[in-house]
């Protein structure tokens, strides 16, 4: 087996055919039907069925093709260490973030990163559960997982500081003229929340919960910003980390009492590469404390 069959195998599983594969590799289609014959024909299994939509991943297939893109993504990180020189960093950098963490943070540390290296290729994705981050990290195929400490989080995990929470009212809301709402003085109000199994979600519960405030749920959204822009036409009041507040509402944001915030935590892959050290070196300078709102007086 060779780490091209990998990558061939993984382009047929993405794109479910294997004409749409080869042009996803930029390859002719018989030699990414070659090289998946000569993998299912190594391994003595079919790792795909044919259907009448595209080709689909057996259950065996889908077995190997969890344990392909690990090493996929561990040759990439290889080859990354191998090119590193003291000018140069070359290859590709998984990055994943909690959803509503980092938001302010993470593109001043990429943009840092991408200006002394710009040869090197970033991914992100942002994930709403902690819990899908913790496997993604377990599996091996993210570089760095910027997300909030919890009772699971690894003991090598590196704190850079803290995401305050806001709340986010509508225009011409009462709480408007105060410097930090009290969050007793929301009870009643509607909520826009978020997904169930969203960490952010679970933020909100347990705010809610601990100042016996009864959770009306007027909306639920995927998106930070998205909570926000509803929250300030009046649906109701949301609760979202500072740094997530999109330009142009922070006119309707205020902090509240007691204090909520959560410990933002950088985790590395095991053996991280120099690109994954150099980011976490630039996120430990961005600055991670604090909110930066206008008060009523402003």
């Keep these: 087996m060779s780490l091209r069959q990998f990558e061939y195998a993984l382009a047929v599983a993405e794109e479910g055919s294997v004409t749409a594969a080869a042009e996803l590799l930029h390859v002719a289609q018989p030699s ?23 080709l689909v991943p057996t259950v065996v297939g889908r077995a190997f093709l969890r344990e392909a893109e690990a090493a996929v993504s561990a040759a990439r990180r290889a080859r990354a260490t191998a090119r590193a020189g003291a000018d140069e960093l070359v290859g590709e950098l998984v990055v994943a973030v909690q959803m509503g963490f980092g938001t302010r943070q993470l593109p001043g540390a990429l943009g840092a990163l991408r200006r002394r290296f710009p040869r090197l290729e970033v991914t992100v994705f942002e994930e709403p559960s902690s819990a899908e981050l ?42 408007l003229a105060a410097d930090r709402v009290e969050l007793r003085e929301l009870d009643g109000e509607p909520w826009v929340r978020f ?104």
Excluded: Y
């Design 134 to 175: 913790e496997r993604l990290c377990r599996r091996g195929l993210l570089g760095l997982a910027l997300m909030a400490a919890c009772e699971r989080s690894p003991a090598d995990a590196h704190h850079l500081g803290d995401e305050e929470f806001v709340v986010v009212v509508g225009a011409g809301h009462r709480q």
């Design 32 to 54: 990414v039907s070659q090289q998946i014959r000569g993998l299912e024909r190594e391994l003595g299994v079919e790792l795909f069925a044919r259907t009448p939509t595209g």
């Design 195 to 298: 997904d169930r199994d969203s960490a952010l979600d679970g933020v909100l519960r347990n705010v809610l919960r601990e100042n016996d405030l009864a959770p009306v749920t007027a909306a639920r959204a995927s998106q930070t910003a998205t909570a926000v822009r509803w929250a300030a036409h009046g649906l109701g009041v949301t609760l979202v980390p500072a740094s997530a507040v999109p330009h142009g509402h922070e006119h309707l944001v205020r902090p509240v009492l007691p204090a909520v915030s959560q410990p933002v935590i950088a985790v590395l892959q095991a053996g991280a590469g120099p690109a994954e050290t150099a980011l976490l070196e630039l996120l430990r300078k961005e600055t991670w404390s604090g909110s930066d709102f206008p008060s009523p007086a402003s």
